[in-house]
């Protein structure tokens, strides 16, 4: 007799660390698990690093902060009897996706015979970057994260302080955003306590990823780096020292070894704790015999050192290098103009704005296979707030960043989504290089707007005729763009993002829901386009959405059209 009511399908919940990002540092089970998964969930980011492994399944992907949200619905699907992967970066377990997960199926009282969940170790980003710093790890070490968005910062402070005075090697996570900037200056400080200004710090930013970048340099001079979320800072302890472009942490043996002999220390004992008395004494005694020139470093006096104001001056005997703002498209790196590839592949600067905080740039990702080696990224941070007093200080501190490597004869490129004239920072930036430094020479190289590709993929003309258009960004409160969809026979809404559910309201109102189309992330693998928004009211959409709403025309006769020529061609008369 058949079984009429099957038991449910049981599913399965991989929690997946991924390691830093290139495919040769994922484990076989980690790749495994993604293979078998049936539906993958993760950070935006994230799936674009792994994007070649999940071909055909179930994606899902949300922005930074929205952790719970992607934990919850892991578990919701793996409930229902789905695979589910859910992704983390580095090790699942370390700062990553496995905390949340485990929080909410305690809050759910689940039990290990209700689901399957297994947790899937990587590399973790500290041991990626020891691993390119050369030995920084090999004593004692902790890590400690900088972000104080569900940690108070006065803990943060007490393990900064008890790590510093412990004389661990120090592992410093998400250590500085646009938002977050005081941070890493105040780790600096405490630090500085404890260990001396020439103390070995590696900076190292998107490890094992196409935009490495690593710096080798000391806990004084560690602020005048760049430093972003995609950093990861290890900064050695009392005994680290820099060999060529490594850091090494000692791991004890000269303590009881002759290194250059192999042979046993006085008082000491293989296989036995270290006997600190005879250690002091002959330590001491090679001290005696020492001369002065190579003693002295040990006995550096601890003193906090302020990173260097940057000089905003160009010296006169210097030419001025040229500002290029380029406009890399929408996403796809094949709408990129000629133009804009041969100045890529020339320049050595290239700065990109962000407004989250983060490292995170689709414009990066769009010109990397153009650039050239060598090649040095900038952050200049644009706050997404009204206040104009805010909002000048900012223009003005990327202005002095974008001086201090134009105005020193170096040429550099600023990139931004679109087209550079359009809704764009750039030209709050150049407005302001140009009233600080009139002399700045610079070329604006125009890209392909979102709006022009998003019509051209549901082939549909922006005007025609004398049919007027309206590009209008989208206030919080959808207030200014109902004038437009009166008057206007074509209007581009940017920026719906969140405030999809208001502007779906507005076009229910006026009947214009058959007339409008949107569309998300052109030109990437995430690209989205809909027609039927009745669908998206409730769904959540990214940031980089637009929206185009086209009215439906009048049909003329060839009569119609005929008459219009011949009475615009009528001879005036005086």
């Given amino acids: 007799m058949s079984d009429l009511n099957p038991a449910p399908k049981r599913g399965k919940l991989f929690l997946v660390g991924f390691g830093p990002g290139s495919h040769e540092h994922l484990t076989f089970r980690a790749k495994a698990a993604i293979e078998e998964a049936e539906i993958v969930i993760g950070y935006r980011t994230y799936i674009q690093l792994i994007k070649e492994l999940i071909h055909g399944k179930k994606v899902i992907y949300t922005g930074m902060t929205e952790e719970l949200s992607r934990a919850r619905r892991a578990i919701e699907f793996a409930f229902e009897g789905h695979k589910v992967a859910l992704i983390s970066s580095g090790d699942v377990g370390i700062y990553g996706m496995a905390g949340p997960v485990f929080e909410l199926l305690k809050e759910r009282n689940w039990a290990p015979g209700e689901l399957d969940v297994e947790v899937i170790p990587g590399v973790t980003a500290i041991s990626s970057c020891a691993s390119i710093l050369g030995a920084p790890l090999v004593h004692d070490f902790c890590a400690i994260s900088l972000s104080d968005l569900m940690t108070p910062w006065d803990v943060i402070v007490k393990r900064l302080k008890a790590a510093a005075e412990a004389d661990f090697v120090i592992g410093l996570y998400n250590p500085k955003s646009g938002r977050r900037t005081r941070q890493i200056v105040e780790a600096q400080r405490i630090i500085s306590q404890y260990r001396t200004p020439q103390t070995p710090v590696g900076i190292i930013k998107s490890c094992k990823r196409e935009l490495e970048n690593v710096v080798v340099t000391t806990l004084a001079d560690m602020l005048n780096h760049e430093i972003g979320m995609l950093t990861t800072i290890i900064i050695g302890n009392s005994n680290s020292f820099r060999f060529h472009d490594y850091i090494v942490t000692p791991r004890g043996y000269t303590n009881k070894y002759n290194l250059a002999t192999s042979e ?3 008082g000491q004992r293989p296989a036995h704790s270290l006997d600190v008395e005879a250690l002091a004494q002959d330590v001491l005694a090679n001290v005696a015999k020492a001369p002065v020139s190579s003693i002295a470093p040990e006995m550096d006096v601890v003193v906090p050192v302020a990173p260097q104001a940057e000089t905003a001056e160009a010296p006169p005997s210097k030419s001025i290098g040229t500002l290029y703002g380029i406009g890399v498209g929408p996403g796809d790196p094949q709408y990129l103009t000629v133009r804009s590839t041969q100045i890529l592949g020339n320049v050595k600067h ?4 962000s407004s989250s ?10 010109i990397e296979p ?17 206040d104009q007093a805010e909002l000048r200080k900012h223009w003005k501190e990327a202005a002095t960043q974008v001086w201090n490597v134009v105005g020193w004869g170096k040429d550099a ?5 679109g087209d550079c004239t359009i809704y764009s920072t750039y030209m709050y930036l150049l407005r302001t290089l140009k009233e600080a430094h009139p002399e700045i020479v610079f070329e604006t190289v125009p890209g392909i707007s979102s709006f022009q590709v998003a019509a051209s993929l549901i082939d549909q003309a922006v005007s025609e005729g004398k049919e007027r258009v309206a590009l209008v960004p989208v206030n919080r409160d959808v207030s200014n763009i109902e004038d437009a969809l009166d008057h206007y026979d074509t209007v581009v809404l940017f ?17 214009l829901m058959d007339c409008a189309t949107l569309f998300s992330y052109l030109g990437t693998p995430d690209q989205v386009i809909s027609r039927n928004l ?3 009211k409730r769904e959540k959409i990214g940031y980089m959405s637009l929206m185009l709403i086209k009215k439906p025309q009048p049909t ?18 005086n």
């Fill in 495 to 511: 920026k719906v993002g969140s405030k999809l559910p208001q502007v779906i309201d507005l076009l229910e109102r006026k009947g």
């Fill in 370 to 386: 153009y650039l050239g080696r060598c090649v040095k990224f900038h952050q200049l941070y644009f706050p997404m707030t009204k």
């Fill in 350 to 353: 290239v700065f990109y704005p």
């Fill in 556 to 573: 003329k006769s060839l009569k119609d059209e005929e008459a219009e020529v011949e009475f615009e061609n009528v001879p005036v008369s």
């Fill in 534 to 536: 009745r669908d998206l």
């Fill in 413 to 417: 490129a600023f990139v931004t989504l």
């Fill in 264 to 266: 046993v220390r006085p």
């Fill in 357 to 366: 905080g983060t490292d995170e740039s689709l414009a990066l990702n769009v």
